[in-house]
Every structure is written in structure tokens, then in C-alpha cells.
Nanobody
């Protein structure tokens, strides 16, 4: 089992920045790729970003490319999502997830956090 706990969400104005963090415990953290997903009200959960177990490879959704940066610290068992130039359409609950491989589909992720809310006002 891997337990994931997100933090760092909040309310920010359009154009602002937020940094989400996800702390992991349980099985060996460095064995897992980590991803961030988000779900807005009335919409399906969607992929945002993912990072390989080593941190060397990252994937991003087109909608956040160039604005968001995912990173991980295996020594601290954490993964972060730096979000810059935020837009109202980024408003959603953001979830951290762990997978055995670097994937973009939510169905490939075995472990999930409880989510943290990000609200971007216009």
C-alpha cells in the first residue's frame, strides 16, 4: 500500500501561482511513477502531469504545458506540482496518484490521495 496526502490548494487570482505537494508513505516510494490529475465539477477526472520513478522523465497535458512543473524528491517521499499563470479553467480538485509505470490514464494508477481544491478567480 502507498498512502498519499495532498496539500497546498487554495484560492488564487488568475495569473497567480500555487504549489501543490503530495507526501507519500508505505511501500517504497521510488518504485512508483507519480501523477497529478484534476476533476472539475460536472467533468471527468483528467490527466495533468506525471513523473517517472527517477524524476528524469515527465509528461504534461497540453493544457498545462509550459505553465505547470512536476517534480519529485525521493529522499523526502514527496512530489510537487508548481502551477504558474493560473487560469479560471484550472479550477478543480487536484489528486496525486501512484503507478508502477509512467502513465497518463487514471485507470493505470493504483493509489490515490484524497485531493486538494484549487480555485482560480477571474
Amino acid at each position: 500500500q502507498v498512502q498519499l496526502v495532498e496539500s497546498g490548494g487554495g484560492l488564487v487570482q488568475a495569473g497567480g501561482s500555487l504549489r501543490l505537494s503530495c507526501a507519500a508513505s508505505g511501500r517504497t516510494f521510488s518504485n512508483y511513477a507519480l501523477g497529478w490529475f484534476r476533476q472539475a465539477p460536472g467533468k471527468e477526472r483528467e490527466f495533468v502531469a506525471a513523473v517517472s520513478w527517477s524524476g528524469d522523465t515527465t509528461y504534461y497535458a497540453d493544457s498545462v504545458k509550459g505553465r505547470f512543473t512536476i517534480s519529485r524528491d525521493n529522499a523526502k517521499n514527496t512530489v510537487a506540482l508548481q502551477m504558474n499563470s493560473l487560469k479560471p479553467e484550472d479550477t478543480a480538485a487536484y489528486y496525486c496518484a501512484a503507478s508502477r509505470g509512467l502513465r497518463v490514464r487514471q485507470y493505470d494508477y493504483n493509489y490515490w490521495g484524497q485531493g486538494t481544491q484549487v480555485t482560480v478567480s477571474s
